[in-house]
């Protein structure tokens, strides 16, 4: 299965990176902070993700508005399988979203195993905004998206189509590691993961997203760390934002991202805490956990930001006024 960049050198992102990134950051072990407004997400994808947030941001627009607009670039995008309505099925051909949102005063919603509707994201700020719950689920979050004007549509693709029944002959499920990070276009047809946004808006207020289409061929109904709050995203605006990425299971055992937020109100740097959230999943389970992906992103209310993950090959995006397509290697825990 052909892997496009392990990101171990700069090098080695090659032409295709020069085309998405301004600039790549190597390893380093000083403190890295951003001028507000700014943006981060996960992976190469989230360069274009922080570009449409960005334009909220710039013209002192809320952070809330800013990952909402940011989160729905790559679920429209139809090269993109693992979020959105290009996303791979379960292991029954049905394609089922999760997303959530939460902003800087608390308030959250989120939608999970949502089918026919494209903009998860946008339905789970509408639960946050429109309802009492924090949470709708399955048909009743399709029912609640299409009463509110989304309109129903069959989101399995030709492309993810075939690609599942190819799956079909085999029918064998193992998560990919880093699986995210390899190029679809060039023949992976397990590609699935998160993306995960936090920004802080000119007022220094913060407020993140987080929307997937869940692991490639998993049961129907399954879930995963992405819609939990506490879990995939987590925002508390005395303190900062966390999300994740990876395999959702771990995240949710750990309640990773508020684990996260909690360690840097205790004073650690957000790469400091991101660093100890995933030494734990490593700590509790250290045979799975060398299987595995998990990786976490973090900032906190001085502009100053972070990531860590289980194995090497984790990437993200920062956006601010210096520089709108900056790609960082994330740090590891394995080499």
């Not at 902003?103 to 903009?119: K, L, R, S, T």
């Not at 508390?236 to 299971?249: C, I, K, L, P």
């Not at 930001?305 to 995006?317: L, P, R």
Request: with cysteine.
């Amino acid at each position: 299965m052909l892997n496009r960049r392990k990101f171990i050198t700069v090098a080695a992102a090659g032409a295709y990176l020069s085309s998405v990134a301004n600039k790549v950051m190597a390893k380093t072990s000083e403190p890295l902070k951003s001028t507000l407004p700014v943006v981060i997400s996960t992976w190469d994808f989230g360069v274009a993700a922080n570009q449409a947030a960005w334009s909220v941001l710039k013209n002192g627009g809320r952070a809330l508005d800013a990952v909402e607009a940011g989160a729905r670039i790559p679920e429209a995008d139809m090269n993109n399988h693992s979020v959105g309505k290009a996303g791979y099925p379960d292991r029954d051909g049905h394609v089922t979203l999760d997303a959530c949102i939460m902003d800087e005063q608390g308030n959250c919603g989120a939608v999970a195993g949502i089918e026919d509707i494209d903009h998860p994201i946008s339905v789970a700020r509408l639960v946050m905004e429109k309802t009492p719950h924090v949470m709708l689920v399955g048909d009743g979050a399709r029912q609640f998206a299409v009463e509110h004007g989304f309109k129903a549509q069959k989101l399995l693709t030709p492309e993810s189509e075939k690609a599942w029944k190819e799956w079909l002959k085999t029918a064998k499920y193992a998560p990919v590691i880093n699986s995210e990070n390899k190029d679809y276009k060039l023949g992976n047809k397990y590609n699935h993961d998160t993306i995960g946004m936090l920004a802080l808006d000119a007022k220094g207020n913060i407020s993140g997203a987080c929307t997937t289409s869940g692991m490639a061929w998993k049961l129907h109904g399954r879930v995963g760390d992405s819609p939990i709050i506490g879990a995939g995203l987590y925002v508390d605006n005395e303190v900062g934002g966390a999300t994740s990425t990876g395999v959702g299971e771990e995240v949710i055992r750990n309640v990773g991202s508020f684990l996260v937020v909690e360690l840097m109100r205790q004073g650690h740097s957000p790469q400091e805490a991101c660093e100890e959230a995933v030494k734990r999943i490593i700590k509790k389970k250290p045979e799975t956990a060398k299987q595995i992906q998990v990786g976490f992103l973090a900032i906190n209310k001085k502009g100053e930001y972070g990531a860590y993950a289980i194995q090497e090959g984790f990437s993200y995006a920062v956006c601010n006024a210096e520089n709108q397509k900056t790609l960082i290697k994330g740090e590891s825990f394995y080499k």
